[in-house]
């Protein structure tokens, strides 16, 4: 690349990748994100490093899994001394921006980004701390139930509505800032979306893009509770799931409604993908599209994310890149702490500065022009959160997953078989060699106990800390977003030439004086 590129972060929520059509879903329609995919790679085989939110996007911006970082929840610190792919980039000269979710914990709310343009959606303290010390059933301090599932439909406005077009709205904005201003740095714009992140509800304009009869059932049905894994029945438990007997009709509007929220994803990929265009700045602008984890979307009768099969683990991953071809499809297992040795590979066309911290990520760069014939083909997860009293650990390594978790019985599957994971092949002596190398490999990369007692020792630090700021003065961790109205458009603090303010607002810009129209008379 002649300069250096640009780069465009697009983000859904609980965006499962067997839910998109490049990835064989039959029904979903996502045109915008098929014409990424058309024009850049698809990776096949992306996992997330944890499957629940905030623990997943601190893996990805740092590059790291996230035990070695200690974001063990969905109320962990991201600490501000961690290192992220913003803060190498901007490191590197480029202009940082997030618009949208990132569901940063903890008093630092940029972790590298230069500006921010909305407020976050969800609580940045420790609300919604696990802990695995209390008895009985999993205690969930997010509350989740099924209420999301069981008043799926159609709506006229919803929260998160609200949320993702301002998001959208400001991304946009944002670009033609940057293209009206000649900004000689280049960027990274992360632009994260809440959609399709239950509850399943979308306006009718995007509920209408389906038929209901049409809509298509699980291709795994409810497994009994009594014949489901441990994990599974914990799950189960987590939300809720015996408050609510689901018909057919429930499952197929739910997912009806996902569906729909697919939709309206995709219609803000394509306006970024348009306003690219028409700010001339698609050329040199690298496009990743990614989420932070899947939706099990009532597979094996099992709801959101938590767990470790490939509807809530497996996310889409598609790089659009100068100079790459378009159209390729890769089969190789990556993983979301792939995405910051990527972006520096891409930034300084394959000579990254070296690193702050030891990373867990590999660039795909190469896989981009051709296979990756040393590529590792491994992605390593982990959940450590809430559903479970003990760390839950997760390989694939090429066609196998292996499942470890010291409370239960392992689970290992051939994916390439048993694409469905209905067969756990744990105990076969045919993969008595597999099972045990893949056991020797999670032994190698993890300490469970260790990481346990890390765990535990984490969650009551941040019960009690959070406790005691709840009391007396609260001083809000919350981003704020803030904007000087006096220096917009054209107010008495910024430019008080309406013609000059216009002139210089417009995109693309023209000249003072065209030339089909001489000056007649010359302004002493």
Request: proline share 8%; charged share 25%.
């Amino acid at each position: 690349m002649s300069r250096r590129p640009n780069f465009l972060l697009v983000m859904a929520d609980q965006l499962a990748a067997p839910a998109l059509p490049m990835y064989g879903h039959a029904i979903v329609k996502a045109p915008n994100l098929q014409r990424l995919a058309a024009d850049g790679v698809t990776f096949l085989n992306a996992y997330c490093n944890n499957p629940i939110c905030a623990s997943s996007r601190f893996s990805m911006m740092s590059g790291q899994l996230s035990s070695r970082i200690g974001a063990y929840d969905n109320a962990a610190e991201f600490c501000a001394s961690t290192p992220t792919f913003a803060h190498y980039l901007r490191a590197l000269g480029y202009r940082t921006c997030l618009s949208g979710k990132m569901h940063f914990i903890g008093p630092d709310q940029l972790h590298g980004f230069e500006e921010r343009l909305t407020t976050d959606i969800y609580p940045s303290d420790f609300a919604w701390t696990p802990d695995w010390l209390t008895p009985g059933d999993p205690y969930a301090p997010s509350s989740q139930s099924m209420r999301g599932v069981v008043e799926a439909g159609p709506c006229e406005r919803s929260l998160q509505l609200d949320y993702d077009d301002e998001a959208a709205f400001e991304a946009v904005r944002w670009l033609y800032d940057y293209a009206r201003t000649g900004n000689e740095r280049p960027f990274l714009l992360t632009v994260s979306f809440t959609h399709p992140h239950n509850p399943y509800t979308i306006t009718p304009q995007y509920w209408q893009r389906y038929d209901q009869d049409a809509i298509d059932l699980p291709q795994v049905p409810d497994i009994p509770f009594e014949q489901r894994d441990p994990w599974s029945q914990r799950q189960y438990r987590l939300i809720r799931q015996d408050e609510y007997a689901l018909t057919s009709d429930a499952v197929r509007t739910a997912r009806h409604a996902y569906y729909g929220m697919i939709g309206y994803v995709d219609d803000q990929v394509g306006r970024l993908l348009d306003t690219l265009e028409s700010a001339r700045l698609r050329d040199n602008t690298v496009v990743i599209f990614v989420s932070d984890h899947g939706d099990m979307m009532g597979e094996r009768g099992m709801w959101y994310k938590f767990n470790p099969f490939e509807w809530s683990l497996r996310v889409p991953f598609i790089v659009r890149a100068p100079g790459v071809d378009g159209g390729q499809r890769r089969d190789k297992v990556v993983s979301l702490v792939d995405l910051l040795p990527t972006f520096l590979d891409l930034a300084t066309d394959g000579n990254p500065p070296p690193v702050a911290n030891e990373i867990d990520g590999h660039s795909v760069a190469e896989l981009l022009h051709g296979d990756g014939g040393g590529w590792p083909d491994t992605a390593a997860a982990e959940y450590t959160a809430e559903g479970t009293c003990a760390p839950c650990l997760i390989l694939r390594a090429g066609n196998y997953k292996y499942v470890y978790c010291e409370t239960d019985p392992a689970m290992l599957f051939d994916l390439r078989q048993d694409p469905h994971e209905l067969k756990n092949l744990c105990g076969n002596p045919e993969y008595c060699e597999i099972e045990e190398r893949m056991r020797a490999e999670i032994f190698k990369r993890w300490s469970p106990e260790e990481l346990r007692t890390k765990v535990i020792a984490s969650q009551q630090r941040r019960l009690f800390v959070q406790k005691s700021l709840l009391s007396g003065r609260r001083h809000a961790w919350d981003f704020q977003p803030s904007k000087d109205a006096s220096r917009q458009y054209v107010r008495s603090g910024g430019d008080a030439s309406p013609t000059g303010a216009k002139e210089r607002a417009r995109f693309p810009h023209v000249s003072p004086r065209p030339p089909d129209f001489p000056r007649i008379k010359n302004k002493a």
